[in-house]
């Protein structure tokens, strides 16, 4: 997972899109065949795919809200929140910890 990460430093916050590639790499999902999500904002080269994939499968935290047409911020260069991370990683792994509204 660190190879995927360019200048991860592990003692350090991470960013939203770090926690992205690190969940993606985990769950190695593949893009939702039928979604057509496109990222409106910033991120770097290394971590759109990442974003993007879970976006296609409803993976996002409760502030990112995905439009009809499929485009969505992310706000990848943010840094993550507790919040945010324990929204994804219910979502991501099913743990359902959180009462996530939708």
Do not use: C
């Amino acid at each position: 997972m660190a190879a995927s990460i360019p200048d991860l430093n592990l003692s350090a916050p991470i960013s939203r899109q770090t926690a992205a590639v690190m969940i993606q790499t985990l769950k190695q999902l593949e893009p939702e065949a039928t979604s057509k999500v496109k990222l409106q904002d910033t991120a770097d080269a290394w971590a759109k795919d990442a974003i993007t994939t879970l976006a296609s499968q409803g993976i996002v935290d409760p502030d990112t809200k995905i439009s009809a047409d499929g485009s969505f911020t992310f706000r990848a260069k943010d840094l993550l929140k507790r919040q945010e991370a324990s929204a994804l990683i219910d979502l991501a792994f099913g743990y359902h910890s959180l009462p996530i509204k939708r």
